[in-house]
């Protein structure tokens, strides 16, 4: 079974400072790791994913194999990034095609 | 474009009735999924239909039928509703499914009394 945990639901920083949401994964194979973002009133959008080792919005993630954790970074909060983050993971084999999200983190950067 | 759109944006039922929620995607992607949205659970899947002709239950499918109508349309239904079902409900489509990015509707928020 796939499983995504998200140990905070809630999350508050002040503009300026780093920021760090947390995702741990539990999947016995090699999964495709996301992060959706969801601001308000929008939609749920995907922000990143870890085969394409990119930035996006400043935020990065790098998955951990060894600690099974794809951990969302920026080293420097905006307002505008207050949003709620969702953590998910796609297993590789064809029965687990579809995505496991984790409960979410409500993000609020302070000015 | 309109990407994924649901509807209706809201619904009210009282326990026992049943309703449709439509969900139709304008990308020609070949799956389509139904997610709800609870506090502190996140999102969890409902149904989902990897290319039309076919569907397949996700986590939560109890109290849930659905329709993959056609390529562009996929529907769920509740047959009586229950308070349990009260949640925000979205579509999302994706090109392939296995680890391709969804693309999501708006939502629809429903509230069973």
């Known amino acids: 079974a796939q499983r995504v945990t998200q140990p905070e639901k809630l999350l508050s920083v002040f503009k300026g400072a780093p920021v760090e949401l947390k995702c741990n994964y539990s999947?016995?194979?090699?999964?495709?790791l996301f992060w959706y973002v969801q601001y308000s009133r929008q939609r749920l959008q995907l922000l990143l994913r870890?085969?394409s080792r990119e930035s996006i919005k400043g935020f990065t993630a790098d998955l951990n194999k060894g600690e099974t954790s794809f951990h969302l970074k920026k080293p420097f909060a905006q307002e505008e990034d207050s949003a709620m983050y969702y953590c998910?993971?796609?297993?590789?084999?064809?029965?687990?095609?579809?995505?496991?999200f984790g409960s979410g983190t409500q993000l609020t950067v302070l000015p | 474009n309109a990407g994924v759109t649901q509807t209706p944006k809201f619904q009210v039922l009282k326990t026992g009735q049943s309703m449709t929620l439509q969900c139709a995607q304008d990308?020609?992607?070949?799956?389509m999924y139904w997610y709800r949205q609870d506090p502190g659970m996140g999102l969890r899947l409902i149904y989902y239909?990897?290319?039309?002709?076919?569907?397949d239950k996700g986590e939560v499918p109890n109290g849930y039928n659905v329709s993959r109508l056609n390529k562009r349309e996929f529907s769920l239904r509740l047959e009586s509703a229950a308070p349990s079902q009260t949640s925000v409900y979205f579509c999302?489509?994706?090109?392939?499914?296995?680890?391709?990015?969804?693309?999501f509707g708006n939502g629809t928020r429903l509230t069973v009394t």
């Open positions: 999302a489509s994706s090109e392939r499914g296995k680890g391709s990015p969804l693309h």
């Open positions: 999947y016995s194979g090699s999964p495709e």
């Open positions: 998910a993971l796609s297993g590789l084999s064809v029965s687990a095609r579809q995505l496991t």
């Open positions: 990308m020609n992607h070949n799956s």
């Open positions: 870890h085969i």
């Open positions: 239909s990897a290319s039309e002709g076919t569907t």
